[in-house]
Nanobody, 122 residues
Framework: VQLQASGGGLVQYGGSLRLSCTAS????????MGWFRQASGKEREFVAG????????YYADSAKGRFTISRDNAKNTVYLQMDSLTPEDTAVYYC????????????????WGQGTQLTVSS
């Protein structure tokens, strides 16, 4: 199982960025996917998750209304569109896969990508 996250970078306050995570080595369409983030000195936290099909997205309160998770099963890829970014969003962002839908805790996600750094300047 491999998850390759990409798309991080340096963004100004109020800007937007889209992260991508490409999966291989498992049947992507049968897994729920999630994005987590870890800011320096803090614990990793759930950001957004998505189930197998349409209208299955769910979010942490910090992401609601600003972030959009989506997936393209044909491309084995999950995305995280992030808008209205603030310095508080600065973190390493990780994608992860879970057999069950609707999970928010790390322990329910069995496979993880390497992370991609997002830095939001003020």
């Amino acid at each position: 199982v491999q998850l390759q996250a990409s798309g991080g970078g340096l963004v100004q306050y109020g800007g937007s960025l889209r992260l991508s995570c490409t999966a291989s080595g498992f049947t992507f369409s049968r897994y729920g996917m999630g994005w987590f983030r870890q800011a320096s000195g803090k614990e990793r936290e759930f950001v957004a998750g998505i189930g197998w099909g349409a209208d299955t997205a769910y979010y942490a309160d910090s992401a609601k209304g600003r972030f959009t998770i989506s997936r393209d099963n044909a491309k084995n890829t999950v995305y995280l569109q992030m808008d209205s970014l603030t310095p508080e969003d600065t973190a390493v962002y990780y994608c992860a896969a879970a057999r069950l839908y609707g999970r928010r805790s790390e322990g329910h996600f069995g496979s993880w990508g390497q992370g991609t750094q997002l830095t939001v300047s003020s």
